[in-house]
């Protein structure tokens, strides 16, 4: 167990969270999320994993507890269910004369609570969000099993809502990479938007939640679905269209957006194999296949984590850790030691009976040295084999390269001095047909009348 600086996520540091103005005498008003919050959802968002966080060492492990922002998602009642599709009849409403919804696949936005007619708020504008909420409302169709067991597709209208929780982590990082459990995360109160976007100055933890739901809200407002729209010789062209940031996050493999996909892919018959697309697998199997519901609640927390790897949003404090050093453990076994080295000492033995055997057999020994080469090459008949004008340069021709060799006894006919023919019979390498097989008593007998003759090395 060691003490050192951890970084940690702390109220101290919430008024790096949003940016706010000065109001009224001892108020701020709420404008956005600063730049590093919003760097850090979407890089998160986009990766669908905790960013990487600062080991401690390279090999260690330990638990942290603190508080921090969480979107929980449930679904919509009655009446949030009725303003949900009146909102969205009216923005089909709005369109281009000329463009017309064939169907919607998804609609989210965040809702205006503070007015007396509930509305979008209008987020592309920061400076004029005094009514907005924490909460996202969206509309999408779902695959469900109805009450005879058959597959259809209903509208599943959702509501995710900001609240204060608690975490409990266990980080432990093993050659330098990270894993991150969440052991035990308790959902507290809700955070509401501070009414007309003021709150007390000394009350910026409010704003820094507002902020973290803000950023995630800000990737998943708007709008996909079918439209046809009716060119100028009356014909129609119909496309699809993506118009949220959803588009850039692992939130886009969810099956409850599959509808919009499946029927875009229709729309290109001639391009339509029946079989998924290899994009839209890898963005399947980023999501796993879950429902928005999930992978938002997944990405809340996930983004509250990956704040541990700013230094700004994440002071370091003092905190205990374990870490742990690989060793090399030895196992000796007895048993093991004598069997491997009796199994070496047979092998050289074997090695050792086999040699001296063919020594006895064949009364002779030999080395690889350039004498006894040469020394056993010397033969008539090699000699005529390669003439003079071959320098031994490749192809080999064919007429050596069929010949057969044998090492043995070779006699072949000389003319010494006295100018009469004689044979020499000496040990080497000839042709196979002029070779007698290398015997020990014929080639002790032989050594003994024509010692010279034996080819023995020195």
Not at 59 to 84: H, L, M
Not at 241 to 265: K, M, V
Not at 349 to 371: C, E, K, P, Q, R
Request: with cysteine; proline share 5%; aromatic share 8%.
């Amino acid at each position: 167990m060691t003490t050192v600086s951890l970084p940690a996520i702390s109220e101290a540091q919430s008024h790096r969270f949003a940016y706010f103005r000065p109001e009224e005498t001892g108020f701020v008003k709420f404008l956005s999320p600063r730049t590093i919050l919003t760097q850090f959802s979407v890089a998160t968002a986009t990766s669908g994993q905790i960013l990487p966080i600062r080991p401690p060492f390279t090999n260690a492990s330990y638990q942290i507890r603190f508080p921090g922002p969480k979107v929980k998602c449930g679904d919509a009642n009655a009446t949030i269910v009725r303003v949900i599709d009146k909102l969205k009849e009216q923005k089909s409403l709005a369109l281009n004369p000329s463009i017309v919804e064939v169907s919607s696949s998804y609609f989210a936005f965040v809702p205006d609570l503070n007015s007396e007619t509930i509305q979008a708020a209008d987020l592309s504008n920061p400076q004029w969000q005094t009514n907005a909420s924490n909460q996202l409302w969206m509309v999408f169709p779902r695959y469900t099993i109805n009450e005879h067991g058959r597959g259809e597709l209903r509208k599943h209208h959702l509501i995710c809502q900001l609240h204060n929780a608690s975490y409990e982590a266990s980080l432990s990082f093993t050659e330098g990479v990270q894993t991150v459990d969440i052991l035990n995360l308790t959902v507290l109160n809700a955070i509401d938007f501070p009414k007309n976007g003021l709150v007390f100055k000394n009350n910026t933890v409010r704003l820094a939640y507002t902020a973290a739901a803000r950023a995630l809200y800000d990737q998943l407002t708007g709008d996909m679905g079918i439209y046809h729209e009716v060119l100028t010789d009356n014909s129609t062209h119909a496309f699809g269209l993506i118009n949220t940031r959803i588009a850039q996050t692992n939130l886009l493999g969810s099956s409850d957006l599959a509808t919009y996909f499946n029927e875009n892919h229709a729309l290109h018959p001639a391009e339509n194999s029946g079989v998924v697309s290899d994009q839209r697998a890898e963005d399947i199997a980023k999501a796993k296949n879950r429902t928005l519901d999930v992978l938002i609640e997944e990405l809340s927390h996930n983004i509250t984590l990956s704040l541990m790897s700013s230094n700004l949003l994440s002071p370091s404090v003092i905190s205990n850790v374990t870490t742990t050093a690989p060793l090399n453990v030895y196992a000796y076994e007895p048993r093991n030691l004598l069997v491997a080295y009796a199994i070496a000492i047979l092998t050289a033995l074997l090695a050792n009976l086999i040699g001296a055997v063919t020594y006895i057999s064949n009364g002779l020994s030999y080395d690889m040295s350039f004498s006894t080469i040469l020394r056993t090459t010397r033969s008539a008949d090699l000699s005529q084999l390669f003439k003079s004008n071959d320098l031994g340069a490749q192809p080999l021709p064919k007429s050596i390269g069929q010949q057969k060799l044998r090492f043995g006894i070779v006699a072949e006919a000389r003319k010494p001095d006295d100018q009469h023919l004689q044979q020499v019979v000496h040990t080497g390498f000839g042709l196979k047909n002029n070779v007698v097989e290398l015997k020990k008593n014929r080639l002790r007998a032989r050594s003994e009348s024509h010692p010279e003759d034996v080819g023995l090395p020195n």
